[in-house]
């Protein structure tokens, strides 16, 4: 008999542990960096092939400083929401991992863009209306992308995905973004998700990287997903009898 227990429970923990998982990931469809040096607060930076994020004391390639730099980027997660509801079920998949992965150039050649290793913060915005191009300072609904209106778009909330720091080097850069309640609801609404990337107070981070608009589609930033299905009740409630059915056999053996 407890053989034969050991034997269900076995498949129960395989059915309820090893569920398949998908992984998928998808590139940018907006983003832009916005600068606070002078008359920059009201420039829009969205069309470069470069974004950058900074602190005040960083400094470009001639020792220079150029102002902080924060970059925004949005990304239309609905395909693979579709192909998650396909492999789970619609409703019935969570996310387990978030990942942001951008293609960061250690000494980029423009003067604009400041250099430095040090820690900036990645965090979740409301916002998903802010415009990549021409900014529209002071819309209601619709903010472009300038230092000036920054506030604005950061108006509905945030919330944190974590701290991290750049290499100073060129090369594949993965940040796993921890999955606070805001933003997992609104992965699993399977939309427009954005994000804002910011120097940490006093930070010496000059961080450059690759946009969309950067020529090689694989150096593009890209979110990638990892989902898993969400037990049945029944397999949760199989599971933990199996487990209390086992211990009683064996206590039963031990006396």
């Known amino acids: 008999m407890a053989r034969i227990l050991q034997v269900a429970l076995m498949g129960v923990l395989v059915a309820a542990s090893a569920s398949a998982q998908v992984t998928m990931s998808t590139n940018s469809i907006a983003d832009a960096f916005v600068r606070s040096l002078g008359s920059n607060v009201s420039s829009n930076f969205g069309g470069a092939g470069a974004l950058e994020v900074s602190g005040t004391i960083a400094t470009n390639n001639t020792g220079v400083q150029q102002g902080a730099f924060d970059s925004f980027l949005r990304f239309n997660i609905s395909s693979m929401a579709a192909t998650f509801n396909t492999s789970f079920g619609a409703g019935s998949w969570t996310i387990t991992n978030a990942n942001l992965k951008v293609t960061e150039v250690g000494a980029p050649s423009n003067a604009i863009f400041n250099r430095g290793v040090g820690q900036f913060e990645v965090q979740w915005i409301a916002i998903d209306a802010w415009l990549e191009g021409t900014g529209m300072p002071n819309a209601p609904t619709t903010y472009g992308i300038v230092w000036a209106d920054e506030s604005a778009v950061l108006s509905d909330g945030q919330a944190s995905l974590g ?19 805001s933003f997992l609801n609104d992965l699993l609404a399977g939309g427009l998700v954005s994000v804002y990337m910011t120097a940490t107070p006093g930070s010496t981070v000059g961080f450059n990287f690759n946009s969309r608009n950067f020529g090689t589609a694989s150096a593009q930033p890209f979110l990638e997903l990892t989902a898993v299905a969400i037990p049945e009740p029944s397999t949760i409630c199989l599971l933990t009898l199996s487990v209390a059915a086992l211990a009683v056999m064996r206590r039963r053996r031990s006396r």
């Open 163 to 181: 701290t991290f720091s750049n290499a100073g080097a060129d090369g594949l850069r993965t940040f796993s973004l921890s999955l606070p309640a």
